[in-house]
């Protein structure tokens, strides 16, 4: 059983393997070819050598092989930033189960959601998390899907040890990954409809990505990464992020959270010289890097993406942080563009950078869908060797996003100068950016609609001094509900168990919304109410 997945044609697998961008190698080359006395994970007061994370990972592949998981079965995982994370997704790489790796902030709602889309057998959790510190979801879960038969925890608590199944060694069992041009995992998307979609990533694409970036970002086996952001993400994962890392042979410390003096305190301690960062932590490692600059002497590159970062805050990264910006913007369905190390300064700190990849196509569409002239605004949609073709089982809404071409519709709004820098200068998706976190609006506008008091809703972006981007959800009540407050509002929301990011920051109530000429609900006006709302109360 292979796990379905809309192929690249032929021709195009074709051209990207005569490149040499395809290379029909498993990932798990990028710790079994490592140095394997060199260090690869720090964790807390643990250290894990690249023999470590790959016996480990043989351990955990024997165990679960013995459990019964095979090729095209999947897994549902949810870890925290811990090394534990590597260790399971190469394990289940090398008997070809294919995992979604939730990220640690995902609720039930997230979990749930993901498991009916892709029938896991097997959960991987911890219990730090609220939702596995009892049996009481578990148990829900496996009444939701038949499929589920095993769940393994970091913790020894109530479910089998996964630590314990990493350090025994089983023997009678064969590696064997997926073909290198399917499914290995699944990536999230931010999503913009009602329901997250998956985004299934191969062997030869993943990979790719990953060699390029080290390439860009120059790592090597002296490269030191703070992993900062939540692992599981796109961008600490293979932007070059750990998975670079460890193609280099270098070491990726753990960091719980973005947290500046936690993190500075990591920093210095092993002298990381490599961090990722989202644009609000950015702005506060600013801030505290004031009095705690000496602690950052390793760093050399701060990479900052997922979210637009204001020019005035990149041109305070040499001179706050003592080291060197990288802009990226990526994104799970593929395409990373970055700013070059050797760039001139003006360009880092302007532009979200260039493709990675010269076969990486990029166009910027007006809304004929014909290309713009260089410099005005459009739509970025790409094709390319890493880019994928259509989300895991979703053909209405692939039919929107894929065109014929099978060019994606990012809903990026960018401009691209005449040196094919981009820009991003806003969107046209129905999505809202908090900070790098994205949360589809409908999502959310949908739950609230579950509400016997309202009638309507709309949630959009506020501008945020902090995040970019704070939620606002705009609630038309019924007759009845126009008592109704935000306080409960919130409370009937996290009642559906969603990620705690995606709770709106701010409600506002209204007698109608304005809708547009084909009658959905204007969200460009709703936008300027807020806007103009949030400056009055800044006046008074
Ligand atoms: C990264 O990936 P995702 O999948 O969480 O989000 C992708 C979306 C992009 O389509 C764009 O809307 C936004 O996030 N975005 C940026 C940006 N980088 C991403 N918007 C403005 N400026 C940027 N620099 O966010 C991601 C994946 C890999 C590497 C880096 C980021």
Not at 421 to 448: P, S
Request: with cysteine; aromatic share 10%.
């Amino acid at each position: 059983m292979t796990i379905e997945f809309t192929a690249w044609p032929e021709e195009f697998a074709t051209a990207y393997r005569k490149k040499g961008y395809w290379t029909d190698r498993p990932m798990t080359d990028l710790i079994d070819h490592a140095p394997q006395e060199n260090l690869a994970v720090l964790c807390g007061e643990r250290q894990f050598t690249y023999a470590d994370l790959c016996q480990k990972s043989q351990n955990l592949a024997g165990y679960l092989n013995h459990l019964g998981l095979k090729k095209g079965d999947t897994a549902l995982v949810q870890l925290p930033n811990i090394a534990e994370f590597y260790v399971v997704f190469f394990a289940l790489l090398r008997i070809g189960v294919v995992p979604v790796n939730a990220l640690f902030s995902h609720n039930e709602n997230e979990l749930s959601a993901y498991a009916k889309q892709i029938k896991p057998s097997l959960v991987i959790a911890s219990q730090q998390h609220r939702l596995f510190a009892n049996d009481q979801y578990w148990l829900a879960l496996q009444q939701q899907e038949t499929s589920l038969k095993h769940i393994l925890l970091v913790e020894t608590g109530w479910g089998a040890s996964l630590v314990e199944a990493m350090e025994t060694s089983f023997q009678q069992w064969v590696e064997h990954p997926n073909a290198p041009d399917e499914v290995a995992f699944f990536q999230l998307s931010g999503g913009s409809t009602g329901t997250p979609k998956l985004i299934p990533r191969t062997h030869n694409d993943y990979f790719f990505s990953i060699r390029r970036s080290v390439e860009i970002c120059r790592f090597s086996s002296s490269t030191v990464y703070l992993c900062a952001l939540p692992c599981a993400h796109n961008f600490p994962m293979s932007s070059p992020g750990a998975f670079g890392v460890f193609h280099a042979g270098g070491a990726v410390v753990m960091a719980s959270n973005p947290e500046a003096n936690l993190c500075f305190d990591l920093i210095e301690r092993h002298q990381a010289n490599v961090v990722a960062l989202v644009p609000p932590a950015l702005a506060l490692w600013l801030q505290v890097a004031v009095d705690r600059k000496s602690s950052l002497t390793s760093l050399s590159l701060v990479q900052v993406g997922g979210a637009k970062l204001s020019e005035s805050i990149a041109r305070q990264v040499p001179e706050r942080l003592g080291c060197q910006l990288q802009q990226i913007l990526g994104m799970a369905e593929g395409l990373v563009n970055y700013t070059r190390l050797d760039d001139d300064f003006e360009t880092i700190v302007k532009t979200q950078g260039y493709p990675m990849c010269s076969m990486d196509e990029v166009k910027v569409i007006g809304s004929d869908g014909n290309p713009v002239a260089p410099g005005e605004e459009g739509e970025l949609v790409t094709r390319g060797p890493y880019t994928i073709r259509g989300y895991y089982k979703a053909p209405e809404h692939n039919a929107k996003v894929f065109d014929r071409e099978g060019f994606y519709h990012t809903g990026d709004l960018v401009s691209q100068d005449a040196n094919g820098y981009l820009t991003v200068v806003g969107r046209d998706k129905d999505q809202i950016n908090r900070g790098g976190e994205k949360i589809a609006a409908e999502e959310i506008e949908n739950l609230l609609l579950k509400h016997e008091h309202i009638l309507h809703s709309a949630l959009v972006a506020m501008p945020d001094s902090i995040m970019g981007e704070k939620t606002c959800a705009f609630v038309v009540p019924r007759h009845d509900g126009s008592k109704l407050k935000s306080v409960q509002l919130r409370k009937f929301l996290r009642g559906f168990g969603i990620a705690d990011y995606k709770v709106p920051d701010r409600f506002e109530f209204i007698d109608a919304l304005p809708l547009t000429p084909v009658g959905k609900p204007n969200k460009v006006a709703l936008r300027d109410v807020i806007r103009q709302r949030l400056q009055l109360n800044n006046v008074s």
